[in-house]
Each structure stands twice: as structure tokens, then as C-alpha cells.
């Protein structure tokens, strides 16, 4: 090895170390951006889970009284099924008209 190539070795050696913390930087700046694009994602996931979430949440909150009134019809229908029937499709056509009447008025 002669003089010059010893001179060069430090300059290709700091080239070398340059790039890296350049690369290094720019891997860096590139996770970042990913961890801040999968905060948003799981936010705006959660605002779009948030209705079934809330239905759910009713659902469970009256899992009691729910099962209670289908056993007190399943019961009822055994003793008078077209009663229970005809009771049915009165509550479902007044529970559809009450949500049709909400969708109208402001």
C-alpha cells in the first residue's frame, strides 16, 4: 500500500459511514410514516366498527328480557300459535312503520 491508497481509505470509509446514517435516516423517517399510517387506519377502522359495536352492546344489555319475552312466546305459541302470530306481524309492521315515520321527520 502505498501513500495514496492509505489517504483514500479514510475518505471511502466516511463515504461509507455518510451514506449509512443517510440511509439509516431515511429508514427511520420511513417507519415513522408507516407507524403513523397504521394510527390512523386503526382510528378511522374503530369510527367504521363503532355502530355494529354499539348495536352489540344493546343486544347484550338486554340478552335477559330478550330471552325472557322468547320463552313467554315460544310458550304462548305452543298453547295458541295463530295468536302469536297475528301479534307478531302487528309489532313488526308497527316497529317498521315507526322507523319508516323517523327516517321522514327531521
Request: cysteine-free; glycine content about 6%.
Amino acid at each position: 500500500m502505498n501513500a495514496d491508497s492509505r489517504s483514500r481509505l479514510p475518505a471511502r470509509h466516511e463515504a461509507s459511514a455518510l451514506s449509512r446514517a443517510e440511509r439509516k435516516a431515511q429508514l427511520e423517517a420511513r417507519i415513522e410514516q408507516q407507524r403513523i399510517d397504521i394510527l390512523v387506519e386503526a382510528s378511522r377502522y374503530r369510527e367504521a366498527g363503532r355502530p355494529i359495536d354499539e348495536g352489540w352492546g344493546m343486544l347484550v344489555r338486554f340478552k335477559v328480557p330478550l330471552l325472557a319475552l322468547g320463552g313467554a312466546l315460544l310458550l304462548e305459541s305452543a298453547r295458541h300459535p295463530n295468536t302469536v302470530l297475528r301479534v307478531v306481524k302487528r309489532l313488526a309492521a308497527g316497529g317498521l312503520l315507526l322507523r319508516r315515520a323517523r327516517r321522514m321527520l327531521p
